[in-house]
């Protein structure tokens, strides 16, 4: 997916909403455009009913971090990892609510899968 004019700094960006808002503003509707992308189609990859990865969620969200790939003008593919709270059955069948560091999405092109470029995000 192409860039959009947003020139990333190395081969894996990583973004949250602070580091969105400092992307220079000619650069922000190409960074916007390629995130919606890519967590569109990591959706229909999934088969999943609504998108999860946005650039309006990760500027809004707090505690989330989305790895962005990118190489040779395309964006490749991406992780977004955040806290998320659980609930979770121990061995005695008792729930306890937790607050572990997940993976929230996860998405690697077609074209560029079994390729190692999904081992080089995580």
Known sequence: MDLGGWRPQSEITVLDG???ARVPRDQQPG???LI????????????????????EKLYTSGN?????????????GLLKMGVKKLFVRTDTGRTVEMDPLCCLDFYVHE??????TGKRIF
Do not use: F
């Not at 074209?111 to 190692?116: D, V, W």
């Open 18 to 20: 602070d580091a969105l």
């Open 31 to 33: 960074l916007r455009q």
């Open 36 to 55: 919606d992308a890519l967590g569109e189609a990591s959706a229909r990859a999934q088969r999943l009913p609504s998108v999860i990865t946005t650039y």
């Open 64 to 76: 989330q971090r989305l790895y962005l790939v990118a190489r040779d003008g395309l964006g490749l």
């Open 111 to 116: 074209s560029q899968q079994r390729r190692g």
